[in-house]
């Protein structure tokens, strides 16, 4: 390189070091600004020196080398106040320091550092530490009397400028030191609560007839580890039931395989927990820990701790509080509660039983309602469903049978699951509208539920469970056909619910062509009919819808392009039915759909998961079953060998051109 371009290069990166030094500083002048704060001691019958100094502001306000010593009551509060601090032009943090120093041979002394700003300021980072590690604002730190030795603690506030190129707005800072003496202002000790340290209310041991949580705790002593050994689910089905407050277990099963589990209530209520026996439960203990006021624990929780409590009638609950857990006030004398907002869900049979409860008003933060959580609470009359909803679970109001009127959810707009017996035998209410997200309803959702005379189901529903509105024996349909075919839902978006088995004489029907749905059992047992019309629009076929249709031969659903779902026996025992095309867009086929379909020799696949409920059980055997003649194409390039369930008791046999597309054919 010739000396000319060295030094052409040398003067543009001279002057791209000096435009950037020039955009650096002024992109930091920003940061020069004027912040004013406070720093207020709290002290009650202290023995005590606090000093403090701040560094790395470029105007210190005069070295804080301020000293301040109580020997007695010190009545009201003193102040390090309008500390007037500055950020340097290059945003330098400033670092506040304060030591406090326990002066007494005799007594402890108790300590934290609070932040008081209720809301952040823009711009202003702020940092607490207490001896050069972490601290949480407004913890207590207990300082031994001078002769022990640990009578000094040092608190570091460390205050800067979040993004240099922003001027600070309302830059006010305010930090309260509280000092008292142990001995002078010890801490209650909580009667009667046990708690976990994941902030759960998990037993309540007192007598009170009102209790009122606390929003927070601390606790003097430790858990003791305890392990159990459970031999069978009957020999030990009723001492576990003392045992649903246990959370963060483990649970070893005889074979080795461990289970870190949150909620020991919710273990025994999923599917595969007799299948764990024998096991081994390791928990921890905390019925010999003292717990006292403090701000340690935060109570978020509510856990099995009210369960079959016989003296409670009011329970306070703190804002804190995020879940009620399974089994919490179940069968309880509870008769008033109310729920915090913030609330996000109440669990399994939380108030099962509770049948005092009259009145109880859900929050709006609240997104689920778990598994029998209100069941046979048959003082309840009524029941407003919050906005936020999202599923109500299985038998969440079973046998709340006090619930009278109308049952309005249409201001749900987020709910799009009512579970299995949902509102069982809820037999006073007279009409329900549904929202406009709601996708299924459960199996006997509404089951007897024989108050009921009209129901508005709205056009984003999916599926029906098996007897949802079974002895409903007022609910008026929207429509009933010449057949004695019955509708619900309205002219425009039918639902095919009920059939009284009379009405029907020839030997074909088409169904209405705005039908979206047939119902679980809505034709079972109709020997008559030899062929049905399906609409293009409907979207599933329910649970043994036409089970025990003898007389049907065959069944063309290619029409049918909005399909997504046939339930379980839905064709089951259709001895007449030879042939059967189902559509591209199904994704799920029930266990036995097409079982002992004995004349069925073929059955066409397009759709790539159409058995994702029946793919552990040798689905094809499953869903096809009793045939020894049974042919079953596949879309070829849906075979990719993953799709073990094919071959099972089927033979893999040539390939065939069907409409344009090729079909592995499997035969048995």
């Not at 993004?163 to 009667?191: C, G, H, M, R, W």
């Amino acid at each position: 390189m010739s000396l000319k371009m060295k030094l052409v290069s040398m003067i543009s990166a001279f002057v791209l070091v000096i435009g950037m030094l020039l955009i650096g500083v002024f992109a930091v002048n920003q940061a020069q600004v004027d912040m004013g704060g406070s720093i207020t001691f709290n002290a009650d019958d202290v023995y005590a020196r606090v000093t403090g100094n701040v560094t790395k502001a470029q105007v210190a306000p005069e070295d804080l080398d301020v000293t301040y010593s109580a020997t007695g009551t010190t009545g009201n509060p003193t102040a390090w106040e309008n500390l007037n601090l500055e950020f340097d032009s290059y945003a330098t943090p400033i670092v506040i320091s304060i030591t406090v120093e326990n002066l007494s041979t005799e007594r402890s002394l108790t300590v934290n550092l609070t932040d008081a700003l209720t809301s952040s300021v823009p711009n202003l980072g702020k940092a607490l530490q207490r001896d050069n590690g972490a601290y949480t604002s407004g913890t207590n730190i207990t300082l031994d009397p001078k002769d022990n030795g640990t009578s000094t603690t040092t608190f570091t506030i460390t205050l800067s400028v979040t993004d240099k190129n922003q001027s600070l707005t309302n830059a006010q800072f305010d930090y309260d030191l509280n000092l008292y003496d142990e001995s002078v202002a010890p801490k209650e000790i909580l009667e009667g609560f046990i708690f976990d340290d994941s902030g759960n209310l998990t037993s309540y041991t007192g007598t009170d007839s009102e209790v009122t949580v606390p929003s927070s705790y601390s606790m003097i002593g430790e858990p003791t580890t305890k392990s159990l050994y459970f031999e069978t689910v009957d020999s030990t089905e009723e001492y576990m039931m003392t045992l649903v407050g246990i959370t963060n277990f483990k649970l070893t099963t005889d074979d080795g395989e461990e289970y870190i589990l949150d909620d020991f209530g919710d273990m025994v209520f999923s599917p595969d927990f007799e299948s764990k026996f024998p096991c081994t439960l390791e928990y921890k203990d905390y019925s010999n820990v003292t717990f006292t006021t403090g701000s340690d624990y935060q109570v978020e929780g509510v856990v099995g701790a009210f369960i079959m409590n016989q003296t409670i009638q009011t329970v306070n609950l703190p804002d804190t509080i995020k879940n009620i857990g399974i089994y919490s006030f179940t069968t309880s004398t509870l008769n008033n509660i109310t729920l915090p907002e913030g609330l996000i869900s109440i669990g399994g049979s939380a108030f099962y039983g509770c049948s005092s409860l009259t009145s109880i008003t859900l929050p709006s933060s609240l997104t689920s309602i778990y598994y029998g959580a209100f069941w046979d609470c048959e003082g309840l009359t009524s029941i407003t469903l919050p906005s936020s909803l999202i599923s109500i679970g299985k038998g969440a109001f079973k046998d709340c049978s006090g619930l009278t009127g109308k049952l309005d959810f249409s201001n749900c707009t987020s709910l799009t699951s009512i579970g299995e017996w949902a509102f069982y035998g809820c037999n006073d209410l007279t009409s329900i509208t549904l929202p406009d997200s709601l996708m299924s309803i459960g199996e006997r959702a509404f089951y007897q539920c024989s108050g009921l005379t009209s129901i508005t189901l709205p056009d984003s529903l999916m599926s029906i469970g098996e007897y949802a509105f079974y002895g409903c024996s007022n609910l008026q349909p929207s429509t009933t056909d010449d057949n004695g075919v019955k509708y619900l839902g309205s002219e425009q978006n039918p639902y095919l619910v009920l059939w009284d088995g009379t009405g029907i004489t020839n030997s074909s029907y088409t169904v209405n062509p705005d039908c979206k749905i047939i119902c679980p059992s809505a034709f079972s047992g109709c020997d008559v009919l030899t062929s049905i019309t399906l609409p293009e629009g409907l979207k599933s076929i329910g649970d043994y819808a036409f089970q025990d249709c003898s007389g049907l031969t065959t069944v063309d659903l290619s029409n049918c392009t909005s399909l997504t779902s046939i339930g379980m026996h839905a064709f089951r025992y259709c001895s007449g039915l030879t042939s059967i095309t189902l559509p591209e867009r199904l994704t799920s086929i029930g266990e036995y759909a097409f079982s002992s379909c004995s004349k069925l020799t073929e059955v066409i696949i397009d759709s790539e998961y159409v058995y994702t409920n029946a793919t552990s059980r040798s689905a094809c055997g499953y869903l096809f079953g009793n045939s020894s003649t049974t042919t079953v194409k596949v879309l070829t390039s849906l075979d990719d060998g993953t799709n073990s369930y094919i071959t099972t008791n089927f033979t893999k046999g040539p390939t065939e051109v069907i409409n344009g597309k090729n079909y592995t054919v499997y035969s048995k």
